[in-house]
């Protein structure tokens, strides 16, 4: 059974810095699996602002240069590291593989991330 438990949310100002954290069941966490973040803000989409696959990483426009993703298989971890965050990144963050995903996908709680100006 795919598990997914995100954490590291808080409420911060803006220009701060943040680290989520991801862990996930060893099936999902596999280091062949690609592993995204996602973020959903309050009446917009659920995106993929952050992936990695191997030595590869992908970053939204939004957050390239502020945002690094790191993942940690031994120990089937997922972080990321945000600095100089903004309003705009106010949102709930949740991590999953980082592949086109459908209804039966399993998504965990997510983490709140609060930015004031």
């Known amino acids: 059974q795919v598990q997914l438990v995100e954490s590291g949310g808080a409420s911060v100002e803006a220009g701060d810095s943040l680290t989520l954290s991801c862990t996930a069941s060893?099936?999902?966490?596999?280091?062949?699996?690609?592993m995204g973040w996602y973020r959903q803000a309050p009446g917009d989409r659920r995106e993929l602002i952050a992936a990695?696959?191997?030595?590869?990483?992908y970053y939204h426009d939004s957050v390239k240069g502020r945002f690094t993703i790191t993942r940690d298989n031994a120990n089937y971890k997922l972080d990321l590291q945000m600095n100089n965050l903004k309003p705009e990144d106010t949102a709930v963050y949740y991590c999953?593989?980082?592949?086109?995903?459908?209804?039966?996908?399993?998504w965990g709680q997510g983490t709140q991330v609060t930015v004031s100006s």
């Open positions: 999953n593989a980082a592949v086109p995903l459908g209804p039966d996908d399993v």
């Open positions: 060893a099936t999902l966490f596999i280091p062949s699996n690609p």
């Open positions: 990695i696959n191997g030595g590869n990483t």
